[in-house]
């Protein structure tokens, strides 16, 4: 025996004990020293056993791998419960022989003897050739019927049989001169036993009468050759016959050597198989839901098609047919059950049994494309043209259509340049895949193009004032919107921001300090949804107050040296 590893021999492979059918132990050497590639298994691997060239089991390496110089035991069960096949061929029956030689053919790669048994109890030992599958045997008969039994039995006890009877009538005593009777009558019945198929036809037919007793038979086919065949009833040709039409001759010779009429059959031979062509499905397509036709001809040299099966898989369909000059035309339906590769095998019999079979593949894909779309990521935009991509994941990807328009595809990446117009844009993205009829997925994206720019307006103050904490403000607004992430306010180039209010549709900012006197400028920045982006700048001035302070002490010195004055000419006065 032999083990395989890894598609390596190891013809060192040896049995302990048992016998096939039982369970002997397998040694299977680890590693071959004399051999570098032969490294031993892994896990994983498969080891394959063959008994006699023929593969007996296969042994799993599943949780260990082979330990280098070492020997792995595996326990392998070899069982065989094919029965074997057994044929024995027509002989002469009656025959005047006691002792005749019985042959046939066999099947059975592992056989351990034929036996011929009568009534239970074996007669003869057959001997048989294992390569040419034949086989034969001598056996003695007893006066009378004969039924034997061929019995074929294997090494592992499977038993096989065949039956055949053979009549066993002493040799009639030569008759006493007389006046010559009359030749005997043609045969009756003359028939062909055999299927048309079978281009070394077997023939039969019932004995005519015959004053002086039959003394055998002459046969021939169309104009052959005439051929002595003994006294039976059934004759197979040994040489084969050309296919077509012919006629079978035979008739009778009695023991005073006269010659009846020639009796005759037609018979047909028919050994060219049928010609199968299927038409769809081509090999290789991939076919997608519904369902699908399988269809093609057929057509027969001989006696014609008998019948058209057609198989998808294990599962055999049911066919339908018609004939124009000859030719079979057939169609079967048939839908995918589940995705996967299937093998579509059709079968085309003709009337004399010759069979031929033609195959073919096909891809079932009923499952639609996997799509996402990974950009743009925003619903609005400025940009007139933008890219649309994303993934997809498709064994039999056809196409994929933005707007109607083929994509460009790079692994399993798609991409697309898209022009938009002014406001809603709707883009359709469809995966389609190359099944018949083809599985598609639609994914729909809504983008506004927007290209413009926000409206700055109320902004204040925007003139002369005294108030030195003046809240600043601005409004703005937008079509689809104001990006408040993005409104920036500065003021005399710094930016204040981050102590504004921001909203929607306005910014405000008031100082927590006296702004200096003099003039001041606000910038104010926004940013639509879609990016546009507007700005405003205007300038307010805070006006320096009037300092009155030195007006009233001028005021309040004249007053008091008016007064001192005024004293000063009273006290003079006498």
Avoid at 172 to 185: I, K, L
Avoid at 459 to 470: A, D, G, H, L, Y
Wanted: aromatic content about 8%; some cysteine; overall charge negative.
């Amino acid at each position: 025996m032999a083990a395989f590893i890894g598609g390596v021999e190891y013809a060192r492979t040896t049995v302990t004990d048992g016998k096939y059918g039982y369970s002997p132990t397998f040694k299977v050497p680890a590693d071959d020293p004399d051999t570098p590639e032969k490294e031993g298994g892994t896990s994983g691997e498969t080891i394959v056993f063959y008994v006699i060239g023929l593969s007996g089991g296969k042994y799993k390496v599943a949780t260990y791998e082979f330990e280098i110089g070492g020997v792995t035991n595996l326990d392998l069960k070899v069982t065989d419960n094919v029965d074997p096949e057994i044929s024995v061929k027509p002989v002469k029956s009656p025959t005047s022989k006691s002792s005749i030689t019985l042959s046939g053919t066999f099947k059975e790669d592992f056989l351990e003897k034929i036996e011929v048994l009568r009534e239970g109890e074996v007669i003869a030992t057959a001997s048989f050739d294992r390569k040419k599958g034949t086989w034969s045997a001598t056996v003695s008969l007893v006066e009378g019927s004969n039924e034997l039994t061929i019995r074929a039995i294997d090494m592992s006890g499977n038993v096989g049989t065949t039956t055949i009877t053979v009549t066993y009538q002493k040799a009639a005593p030569a008759p006493a001169p007389g006046p010559t009777p009359t030749p005997p009558e043609a045969p009756s019945n003359v028939r062909c036993v055999s299927s048309p198929n079978d281009n070394t036809p077997v023939f039969a037919w019932d004995p005519p009468k015959a004053e002086a007793g039959i003394k055998g038979y002459y046969v021939r086919i169309d104009n052959g050759e005439a051929k002595w065949i003994g006294n039976v009833t059934t004759w197979e040709c040994t040489s084969p016959v050309k296919d077509g039409n012919h006629t079978f001759y035979v008739r009778a010779e009695d023991n005073q050597g006269n010659k009846g009429e020639w009796a005759s059959c037609w018979f047909y031979v028919d050994t060219t198989p049928p010609v199968i062509d299927i038409l769809t499905p081509l090999q290789g397509v991939v076919l997608g839901t519904g369902l699908h036709k399988v269809n093609g001809t057929a057509y027969d040299v001989g006696l014609g098609i008998e019948r058209v099966e057609v198989f998808v898989g294990e599962k055999r369909l049911d066919v339908t047919t018609t004939v124009e000059d000859g030719t079979v035309s057939w169609e079967a339906l048939w839908v995918a059950e589940e995705d996967g590769r299937y093998t579509i095998t059709v079968r085309a019999v003709d009337k004399a049994g010759n069979t031929e079979e033609e195959s073919t593949w096909v891809e079932a894909d009923t499952t639609p494309p996997s799509l996402t779309i990974t950009s743009p990521k925003v619903e609005v935009t400025n940009e007139r043209t933008i890219e649309v991509s994303g993934t997809f994941d498709e064994p039999h990807l056809q196409s994929i259509l933005v707007n109607g328009l083929p994509a460009t595809i790079e692994g399993n990446k798609w991409r697309a340049s898209v022009t938009l117009e002014e406001g809603s844009n709707r883009i359709n993205v469809t995966a389609i895949d190359s099944a018949s009829p083809p599985n598609k997925r639609t994914l729909i994206i809504e983008i506004t193009l927007d290209t413009e720019a926000p409206t700055i307006t109320d902004f204040s103050p925007t003139e002369k004032i005294e108030e030195t904490r003046p809240t600043i403000r601005a409004s703005y607004s937008d079509n689809i919107g104001i990006d408040t992430a993005k409104v920036t306010i500065l003021l005399d180039g710094t930016n204040i921001t981050s102590a504004a209010t921001v909203t929607s549709d306005a910014v405000a900012y008031t100082p927590t300090e006296d702004l200096e006197p003099g003039d001041h400028t606000v910038t104010v920045r926004v940013y639509d949804l879609a990016g546009n982006k507007a700005e405003r700048s205007w300038t307010f001035t805070i006006e320096r107050p009037v300092n009155y302070l030195p007006y009233i002490i001028a005021g309040v010195v004249v007053v008091v040296v008016v007064i001192v004055a005024v004293l000063a000419l009273r006290r003079r006065r006498p």
